[in-house]
């Protein structure tokens, strides 16, 4: 069974920084892109980051780029999120989601976790 | 960026009725790289329909999905109780993947 289970979120101040974490099991990890999704409360689903089967391609949402890095381990499974500078305009659930692939290199989402929450607030 | 506007904002049915949601995009969306996802309160979105009409592992054969180009189209043939949440659109035929604003589909 494919899960993935993210970690790391809570309460920071505008400025500061956090890491979240997804860890994947149930698939071989190291086969397949990654994305992280947030969404603030209240509101709609904004794709964040992407990052390759073996971590060197990534890109970014133009919000994020410059303060947020996405980067994995395949050999412990797990993905990251290096979050820099918060705003408060980053408060949101944060998701990490599976591509379909392998081999099917197309930017939507099979596989969500459920979500760390990241309150950006003095 | 391609900006993606769904409509209506809400859509408010009874079981069993016909539901008709539509995603527009600001610009042509490339091989109809499209998807429809369906989220429920305090969860994670589910694929339901992949390249604007596939439908994903274990998605009923009540939900469809139409269009290309700009103009796209979820359909739920009858609704059943479980239905009933918020649907997203998102596109991935650009760089720059992004979503809809979401439709809401409530129990009249």
């Known amino acids: 069974e494919v899960q993935l289970v993210e970690s790391g979120g809570g309460l920071v101040q505008p400025g500061g920084s956090l890491r979240l974490s997804c860890a994947a099991s149930g698939f071989t990890f190291s086969s397949y892109w990654m994305h992280w999704v947030r969404q603030a409360p209240g509101k709609g689903l904004v794709w964040v980051s992407r990052i390759n089967s073996d971590g060197s391609s990534t890109s970014y949402a133009d919000s994020v780029k410059g303060r947020f890095t996405i980067s994995r381990d395949n050999a412990k499974n797990t993905l990251y999120l290096q979050m820099n500078s918060l705003r408060a305009e980053d408060t949101a659930v944060y998701y990490c989601?599976?591509?379909?692939?392998?081999?099917?290199?197309?930017?939507?989402?099979?596989?969500w976790g459920q979500g760390t929450l990241v309150t950006v607030s003095s | 960026e391609i900006v993606l506007t769904q409509s209506p904002a809400t859509l408010s049915l009874s079981p069993g009725e016909r539901a008709t949601l539509s995603c527009g995009a600001s610009q042509s969306v490339s091989s109809s790289y499209l998807a429809w996802y369906q989220q429920k309160p305090g969860l994670a979105p589910r694929l339901l329909i992949y390249?604007?009409?596939s439908r994903a592992t274990g998605i009923p054969d009540r939900f469809s999905g139409s269009g290309s180009g700009t103009d796209f189209t979820l359909t739920i043939s009858r609704l059943e109780p479980e239905d009933f949440a918020v649907y997203y659109c998102q596109q991935y035929g650009s760089s720059q993947l992004t979503f809809g604003g979401g439709t809401k589909v409530e129990i009249k």
């Open positions: 390249d604007a009409s």
């Open positions: 989601a599976r591509e379909p692939g392998p081999g099917i290199v197309k930017d939507y989402f099979d596989y």
